[in-house]
């Protein structure tokens, strides 16, 4: 296993039933040939595709929106909105999306995507070492940490279909830090939702489009997460491990009810994203010992 990804994340379809979130438990992610390249993870297409799904790719009772710009549209909620910390962040339709760039030394999220296509060829290149290659399945999104020494990162992602149509994308962002104890006025809210925190339990406040790091839990295993959210129309939920073993995903989830589903937690916690559909949302989670109880 190459060092340059530690342990190499698996990748999982954007778009699965609502309840698929954790609930596959999240059972981790299985994966046969497709009759793809080598190394192209391949899943089956969701059973919620179609008109009225929006990560179906058909548009129901909309105007007609050029490929390309559904295309860079659907890009940009896998890839989520640019963030403020000017590092690389790069979509194309119609030719590959790459850049080299000079990076501080740190840890790294690398995230990239693409759509039109049925996969993708990435590199990415830390410094002077040898490119790492990959193939990734499109409308999905890749998620790496890298640990990087300082100095340059190249990174290239190709939609392998009609150079017309198919889109790529990929973008460099810190690695999240270990939140504070502290949300503050969510911690109403939230204790509102959750019910009163208990001895051992690790709370998290995630800002939409954002990753959010959990920290340490002090009971690794199985663990419930429990998670809210308030706000309108459906929110799409990610969920893995620091260190790259497992990445769970959801879309389609309605704000109103708490959501609990067990999953394996390490001793490092969990990184959580939420993708909103609607602004403004608020949103918290739990993690607790299992009692048996979730999805």
């Not at 530690?6 to 438990?25: C, D, I």
């Not at 150079?163 to 503050?184: D, I, N, Q, T």
């Not at 769970?248 to 001793?267: K, L």
Request: proline letters at 11%.
């Amino acid at each position: 296993m190459s060092a340059l990804w530690g342990k190499r994340m698996k990748g999982v379809a954007a778009v699965v039933p609502a309840l698929g979130l954790l609930a596959a438990s999240l059972g981790g992610c299985e994966y046969a040939d497709d009759g793809g390249p080598p190394g192209v993870a391949a899943s089956a297409p969701p059973s919620n595709a179609g008109p009225g799904h929006p990560d179906s790719g058909v548009a129901s009772n909309s105007p007609a929106v050029p490929p390309e710009q559904a295309n860079d549209e659907q890009m940009r909620r896998l890839l989520g909105p640019p963030g403020t910390d000017e590092l690389p962040y790069l979509t194309a339709t119609g030719a590959a999306a790459a850049w080299s760039a000079d990076v501080p030394a740190g840890d790294y999220l690398l995230t990239a995507a693409c759509v039109a296509a049925q996969y993708a060829e990435l590199e990415v290149r830390l410094g002077g070492a040898d490119a790492e290659e990959s193939n990734i399945l499109c409308h999905t999104r890749r998620v790496m940490r890298l640990t990087h020494q300082g100095g340059l990162i190249t990174a290239r992602v190709a939609a392998a279909a009609d150079p017309h149509f198919g889109a790529s994308g990929v973008r460099l962002e810190p690695y999240p830090e270990v939140p504070g104890s502290s949300a503050g006025p969510a911690n109403g809210w939230a204790a509102e939702q959750l019910g009163p925190e208990q001895p051992g339990e690790v709370r998290g406040y995630p800002v939409p489009g954002q990753w959010h790091r959990s920290g340490p839990v002090e009971s690794p295993g199985t663990l419930t997460l429990t998670f809210v959210c308030e706000g309108t129309g459906a929110v799409e939920i990610t969920v893995f491990k620091p260190n790259g073993d497992d990445l769970h995903a959801g879309s389609g989830f309605t704000c109103g009810r708490p959501f609990p589903a067990d999953i394996p937690v390490g001793p490092d916690g969990v990184l959580v994203r939420v993708d909103a559909t609607h602004d403004p949302v608020r949103a918290a989670y739990s993690l607790l010992p299992s009692t048996g109880g979730g999805q």
